[in-house]
């Protein structure tokens, strides 16, 4: 097995943008390792796919396990994997708390951890977490739970790139918009394009679009990337 062609490890990686990184990664010619719960096994021997809930500290485990077995070495991880539950924050459920925490902050912390001390022993490597634009609310769309989750996200990326830029090891984030992807249904985009200032919503490849760049910018660490329309610049 050669080890020289760089791996990627993408979660939520079955649909929408997570699957568009996927095939960014590939045109870039690096392996990949996807993982999410409805994943399917793919024909393409450079792809591994791993099915599972990303917050099962086990789920992580097997993931870089198998990039390790498989590819022997993981380059990039991105944190795709999300879940955005809209209520009046009086209303939400001890459930949507718990839905929202497990995948949203454990299952970044579960498998960053263990791709983290993969890029230390290799002195170098690249995180990229897919947060959100919450610099700001928008009246009338409660997005409290994304503010709490994704908001400590951002914040985490910053830190960690500091902790870890000694090693050699980027650490960027990606704050999309409101994107184009099953998590929104057609007869909203119209209207959920109004929250930003170019007047649509992003589509799932230009999100894949700008993790590719973070990639590829060798001397950007700390970032959190807006792509979002300009919607947290104001409206």
Known sequence: MSTAQKVVVVTGASQGIGAEVVKAFRKMDYRVVATSRTIKPSDDANIVTVAGDIGDP??????????????????????????????????????????????????????????????????????????????????GVPTTMAALTKGGLNAATRTLAIEYAPQGIRVNAVAPGVTNTPMHSKEHHAMLGTFHPLGRIGEAHEIASAIAYLETAQFVTGEVLHVDGGQSAGR
């Open 58 to 139: 086990a789920v992580a485990k097997k993931v870089i396990d198998e990039a390790i077995a498989r590819f022997g070495r993981v380059d990039t991880l991105v944190n795709n994997a999300g879940i955005f539950i809209s209520k009046p924050f009086t209303e939400h459920t001890i459930e949507d708390f718990n839905a929202v925490m497990n995948v949203n902050i454990a299952g970044f912390f579960h498998i960053t951890k263990l791709a983290l001390a993969q890029m230390e022993k290799q002195k170098g490597g690249h995180v990229v977490t897919v947060s959100g634009s919450i610099d700001n609310g928008i009246a």
